[in-house]
């Protein structure tokens, strides 16, 4: 199995910043893909950001120049800076990674437990 551990949300007021990490653990054996979701109540979770293990990172229009994602191939963990805040920014984050588990065929794709971050006016 793969776990995501996420953490870094939390309350912050409009224009602060937060910066949300997430750890892979388990039994990996490559990871492709690691990147942040968000989904708020009545809406579909949606892309924040993702980045590729050649480097090239995606952004929500949203988000482009505010946010910025990043990784750690080595520990197997993805950060996500989220600057300039603002209210509507607040949902659940969610780390979502695409690879594969040791002794097992085929891609897969793993989710985290989620972390809740709040934008206030």
Not at 26 to 44: K, L, V
Not at 52 to 71: E, M, P
């Amino acid at each position: 199995q793969v776990q995501l551990v996420e953490s870094g949300g939390g309350l912050v007021q409009a224009g602060g910043s937060l910066r949300l990490s997430c750890v892979a653990s388990g039994s990996i054996f490559y990871i492709n893909t690691m990147g942040w979701y968000r989904q708020d109540p009545g809406n579909e979770r949606e892309l924040v950001a993702a980045t590729t293990d050649d480097g090239s990172t995606n952004y929500a229009d949203s988000v482009k120049g505010r946010f910025t994602i990043s990784r750690d191939s080595g520990k197997n963990t993805v950060y996500l800076q989220m600057n300039s805040l603002k209210p509507e920014d607040t949902a659940v984050y969610y780390c979502h990674v695409r690879g594969r588990e040791k002794d097992v065929i085929g891609v897969q794709y793993f989710w985290g437990q989620g972390t809740q971050v709040t934008v206030s006016s």
